[in-house]
């Protein structure tokens, strides 16, 4: 989702519950779609990865759908667990000059109820 | 298996001060990036490199320069750092291919604050 000023959208869920965070983008070059998550003082870290030529891939308990007619994608997590308590970054790359830098999204707060 | 690595991790520094932020990675990546992180905000492309001796401006640039001699270290330098200049710096580095799972890979950050 997009941000307002500086508050994150914030999703709270249940510990057990299926989570959904969205992203949507603005490039229709866009051919690679990244989701990071990012624990309190810690680098974003690597969940799951989808090409533009796929519409969803699974990973374990995260499964990524990609919607490239309204330029959307979300992250579904499963049965979420207070360890998913995050902060949620999609990021898109596409060719630029030859290179393929990656642009974030503002980041989505996951807050996991016990 | 250290990955990405930063130094410093903290540093305090006052308005006009010069410093250096040391990216160094170990996984032999072509690609290595700076970013800044602001509360609420995402993170946004400094300045980044496609390989030894290469460097190019990202989003938002002016204030910092960037270097890369060798291969596995990346240089972050504020010339004469302002308040602005206040925030949480990643350094990031990824493979030349882009196929899954090639993806970009972060260090722990850098806190920085001008005063």
């Known amino acids: 989702g997009e941000n307002v000023g500086l508050h994150l959208p914030t999703l709270s869920v249940q510990e057990g519950d299926n989570s959904i965070i969205n992203c949507a983008y603005s490039?229709?070059?866009?051919?690679?779609f990244i989701w990071y998550k990012q624990e309190s003082g810690k680098g974003p870290q690597f969940i799951i990865d989808?090409?533009?030529?796929?519409d969803k891939r699974q990973g374990q308990r995260v499964t990524v759908l990609l919607n490239k007619t309204v330029k959307h994608l979300s992250l579904q997590i499963a049965a979420t667990q207070p360890g998913d308590s995050a902060v949620y970054f999609c990021?898109?790359?596409?060719?630029?000059?030859?290179?393929?830098?990656?642009?974030f999204g503002r980041g989505t707060s996951l807050i996991v109820h016990p | 298996n250290a990955g990405v690595t930063q130094t410093p991790k903290f540093r305090v520094l006052k308005t006009g001060q010069s410093m250096t932020l040391l990216c160094a990675q170990d996984?032999?990546?072509?690609?290595m990036y700076w970013y800044r992180q602001d509360p609420g905000m995402g993170l946004r492309l400094i300045h980044y490199s496609v390989g030894e001796g290469t460097t190019a401006k990202g989003e938002v640039p002016d204030g910092y320069n960037v270097s890369r001699l060798k291969k596995q270290n990346f240089l972050l330098g504020l010339e004469s750092a302002a308040p602005s200049q206040t925030s949480v710096y990643f350094c990031?580095?990824?493979?030349?291919?882009?196929?899954?799972?090639?993806?970009?890979?972060f260090g722990e950050g850098s806190w920085l604050t001008v005063v």
């Open positions: 989808i090409r533009s030529n796929m």
């Open positions: 490039n229709s070059a866009s051919d690679y």
């Open positions: 990031a580095s990824s493979s030349e291919d882009r196929a899954p799972g090639n993806t970009i890979y």
């Open positions: 996984m032999n990546h072509e690609y």
């Open positions: 990021a898109e790359t596409h060719a630029s000059g030859g290179s393929y830098i990656p642009t």
